[in-house]
């Protein structure tokens, strides 16, 4: 599908009744995007317990990587190097996504096998290549430390913990890690000096050049499944099989969750394999591969200035104290 075609179609299903001419002007495309907003409604007390359970090495058998090891949030949500790093110093099989605006994506890892941050929480704690627990053994952990225990009937109101509320607290944290207040967030909502000329021009080559078909809505991306290498074949890590390892489909190989630019001036190194160390590299390679244009010098800094507006603010809060081991529960064994 050509690229002016594949814009119109785009601007059709946002339902944009505009001419062939219009599609040049960049401030067409704004229905296609829309500013982060804030959570509309979060439980305060899962919040503060999912919390602590992010930040807390206890829930891998190792005693020494959490949730904020690969996810880190000082860090863009992400760990930056190519493939995270797992229990025993394992090296994983693919890049660490960023879990800012994670509850907008239609599912949860790049190949979409959690439908959502609930059945996510649950996946890195049980994989022997990343905390490397079970969920039994958590519980047990969690179970032998009696502030937490005291913290989870508080908040669900049970005499026993259980998976299912671990995971429902950690998911109800990540639901506030949202990025608002964007320069380009700024712009839609018509501060018009938010941009700069360079910005704008890269906003608009961002748009006509094809990149919107697939980095669009609220989190510019997340929101379908695409094919790595449509135009040409990506020469990468073919060891992953994407989409298809979920579905079973043949057709479905190298199909990854379309990432999230939210923030990705933060979010470096790029791609599933994590083999774009920089914005430069990884714009060059997104024209040629998807599709089939080979940017300028001037044309790629332009698409990468108009990239860093998409930093919003990033979550702040208090890092939270957590409860002290007692004297039956498993000690960091992080060398073993």
């Not at 190792?62 to 949730?67: L, R, V």
């Not at 969690?142 to 429902?168: C, H, N, W």
């Not at 080559?205 to 290498?229: R, T």
Request: net charge neutral; glycine share 8%.
């Amino acid at each position: 599908m050509k690229l002016n075609t594949l814009a119109a179609t785009l601007i059709a299903v946002a339902g944009i009744s505009l001419s062939s001419a219009a599609l040049a002007q960049q401030d067409q495309f704004r229905a296609l995007y829309a500013p982060i907003a804030p959570p509309k409604a979060v439980d305060l007390g899962k919040v503060e317990l999912g919390k602590k359970l992010y930040f807390d090495p206890r829930l891998s058998k190792s005693g020494f990587i959490s949730c904020n090891s690969c996810h880190n949030l000082s860090r863009g949500g992400s760990d930056n190097i190519p493939t995270s790093i797992g229990d025993k110093w394992q090296k994983g099989p693919i890049n660490s996504p960023t879990v800012l605006n994670s509850s907008l994506n239609l599912a949860q890892f790049w190949d979409g096998r959690a439908a959502d941050l609930k059945a996510q929480a649950g996946g890195p704690i049980a994989n022997p290549g990343e905390m490397a627990f079970s969920h039994t053994l958590a519980i047990d952990m969690l179970a032998s430390i009696p502030a937490y225990v005291r913290e989870f009937k508080m908040v669900f109101g049970k005499d026993k913990i259980d998976i299912d509320q671990v995971t429902d607290a950690i998911a109800e944290f990540e639901k506030t890690l949202v990025t608002p207040n964007s320069r380009f967030d700024q712009w839609m909502l018509g501060k018009s000096e938010a941009l700069t000329k360079d910005e704008l021009a890269g906003y608009k080559l961002f748009n006509e050049s094809g990149c919107v078909a697939c980095h669009n809505g609220p989190n510019l991306g997340g929101n379908s499944f695409q094919k790595m290498g449509v135009v040409e074949a990506y020469k990468g890590n073919d060891g992953v099989a994407g989409r298809a390892a979920v579905t079973g489909k043949d057709a479905d190989r190298f199909n990854f969750k379309v990432p999230t630019l939210r923030n990705v001036e933060m979010t470096y190194p790029y791609f599933h394999d994590g083999a774009a160390n920089t914005l430069t590299e990884a714009v060059d390679t997104m024209g040629r591969l998807q599709l089939g244009k080979k940017f300028t010098q001037a044309e790629n800094q332009q698409i990468v200035a108009f990239l860093k507006t998409l930093t919003g603010d990033q979550p702040m809060f208090t890092i939270p104290i957590l409860p002290p081991s007692a004297d039956s529960t498993p000690r960091p064994t992080p060398f073993k």
